[in-house]
């Protein structure tokens, strides 16, 4: 059994961010709210976000967080997904070879005891 660490943020399979596109403004927005964080209207349609983007910016988690009991190190960052949403992620270690532009992939990783998040890992084979 896999438990999502948040329920709403993320479907398991295919490994998908679920998002909003507004009818008014025409952005996208993460994570599904019910308004437009841009304009407020509630003119706002679910949407599935692209499961691929590019590395924006990055470090690495060295020391765990109050209360996580998951594998250290991990990577944290933002990656830009052709939605034009820059999306704040936990990202796969090491993260030593990341470079800016780095084509990344959404997939869905075990914390321990079954609960599950997303994170994004870089894609082989596609770069700059």
Do not use: K
């Not at 398991?12 to 209207?41: I, K, Q």
């Not at 594998?71 to 933002?78: H, K, Q, R, S, W």
């Amino acid at each position: 059994m896999h438990t999502p660490v948040h329920e709403g943020l993320f479907t398991l399979d295919p490994p998908a961010l679920l998002g909003a596109l507004c009818g008014e403004c025409g952005h996208h927005s993460f994570p599904r709210l019910a308004h437009c964080p841009y304009c407020g209207c509630e003119n706002v349609d679910p949407v599935t976000l692209s499961d691929h983007g590019t590395l924006w910016g990055w470090t690495e988690v060295t020391t765990a967080p109050p209360g996580y009991e998951g594998v250290v190190p991990f990577g944290f960052g933002v990656v830009e997904l052709p939605e034009g949403l820059r999306i704040v992620t936990r990202l796969t270690s090491p993260t030593a070879t990341y470079e800016y532009g780095l084509a990344m992939r959404l997939q869905i990783v075990d914390l321990g005891d079954g609960v599950v998040t997303w994170e994004f890992t870089p894609e082989t084979g596609r770069g700059v």
